[in-house]
Nanobody, 122 residues
Framework: VQLQASGGGLVQAGGSLRLSCAAS????????MGWFRQPPGKEREFVAG????????WYDDSVKGRFTISRDSAKNTTYLQMNSLKPEDTAVYYC????????????????WGQGTLVTVSS
């Protein structure tokens, strides 16, 4: 499985961005997908996850109500819609994939994209 993240950029506080993660391979429909981020000087942290069917989603408390994760199996793509962005959302965002059920820890994910930078100015 190869993952390609895109959609990062510079946005003002209160603005929105949508990240995309395109997956290669024929197993996308069986993958749990997740988004993580790594703020400058900090460790990688969980942001959001979605089940293989798309019926279940889970979020870190810091983004609940502002971010929405979704997936389009026809396009082998996972999205992260980010609204009401704050300066503390500034980070490199990574998409990741694994098999199984709900996962929130980086070591639980087997496959990683290259990361896309999101910068939120105040």
């Amino acid at each position: 499985v190869q993952l390609q993240a895109s959609g990062g950029g510079l946005v003002q506080a209160g603005g929105s961005l949508r990240l995309s993660c395109a997956a290669s391979g024929r197993t996308f429909g069986s993958l749990v997908m997740g988004w993580f981020r790594q703020p400058p000087g900090k460790e990688r942290e969980f942001v959001a996850g979605i089940s293989w069917s798309g019926s279940r989603t889970w979020y870190d408390d810091s983004v609940k109500g502002r971010f929405t994760i979704s997936r389009d199996s026809a396009k082998n793509t996972t999205y992260l819609q980010m609204n009401s962005l704050k300066p503390e959302d500034t980070a490199v965002y990574y998409c990741a994939a694994t098999y199984g059920s709900r996962r929130q820890s980086p070591p639980d994910y087997e496959y990683w994209g290259q990361g896309t930078l999101v910068t939120v100015s105040s």
